[in-house]
């Protein structure tokens, strides 16, 4: 009998989206929201329609707010972030059959790796975002910026540098995700799997995708080599 990961034409390997993704809602969406600095709704529709990089309008949308506020900012996220159905067992999937998972998030430490944390992923495989509370406002620090090879330029956490490390000749790279921190990724990998934003730009694009509500669904999909059954 075949094994699910045989049914692949390469070895896969996912690359998963946080925010909106693992997470129900975006968590700097809901943080600007609810605090509300003046300006930060400016700097989103920037972000949204692509005038501004998402590196520079996330940096800039945390230097809104003291850093006098830190645990109020993560107690707010961390008592309102709802995880979406199904990932554990996406988890346990790829753990049952050996196939490697990376949180690739363009949020932010101080949030991503509590919420993970309940999930056992071992830390190097989460890339995220990091955070200073040292200064008047938060600064957000990019310790996984884009590498020369990155025609985007200023992802703030480079997803496409991460997928590039798994050769396309060795890995079926799959990347699961909901937004503008996943588009360069989308046109790299072999599939997508895809919610809001993203369905719209790889329709847009024609790129290969699955649009997706929770994990359950993924999971049944990869049980079908990535082919719908
Ligand atoms: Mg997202
Ligand atoms: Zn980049």
């Known amino acids: 009998m075949s094994t699910p990961t045989s049914l692949f034409p390469r070895k896969p390997v996912l690359f998963c989206d946080f925010d909106g993704t693992i997470t129900l809602n975006d968590n700097i969406v809901a943080v600007m929201k609810h605090f509300n600095p ?4 400016e700097i989103v529709k ?13 940096g800039e949308m945390f230097a809104l707010i003291p850093s006098s506020m830190q645990n109020e900012v993560r107690d707010y996220i961390l008592t309102t972030a709802g995880i979406r159905p199904g990932f554990q067992q996406l988890l346990d999937w790829c753990k049952a059959h050996e196939v490697p998972f990376y949180v ?42 884009c590498d020369a090879e990155c025609d985007h330029g200023a992802c703030g956490m480079c997803k496409t540098a991460v997928i590039r490390r798994f050769a396309r000749d060795d890995y079926y790279r799959i990347l699961i995700g909901d937004s503008i921190t996943d588009f360069p990724g989308a046109k790299i990998v072999d599939l997508v799997f895809s919610r809001s ?7 847009q694009l024609g790129l290969p995708h699955v649009p997706f509500e929770t994990f359950h669904d993924i999971v049944s999909y990869l049980d079908q080599g990535g082919r719908q059954s």
């Not at 920037?46 to 996330?58: M, N, Q």
């Open 197 to 203: 934003h993203l369905t719209d730009r790889c329709v």
């Open 46 to 58: 920037d972000i949204i329609a692509e005038r501004k990089s998402v590196k520079e309008g996330v």
């Open 104 to 145: 690739t998030s363009g949020g932010i430490d101080f949030f991503v790796y509590p919420l993970l944390e309940p999930f056992g992923i071992p830390q190097d495989h989460v890339y995220c975002n990091g955070s200073d509370f040292t200064g008047d406002t938060i600064r957000i620090t990019w310790p996984h910026d």
């Open 38 to 41: 003046p300006g930060w709704d």
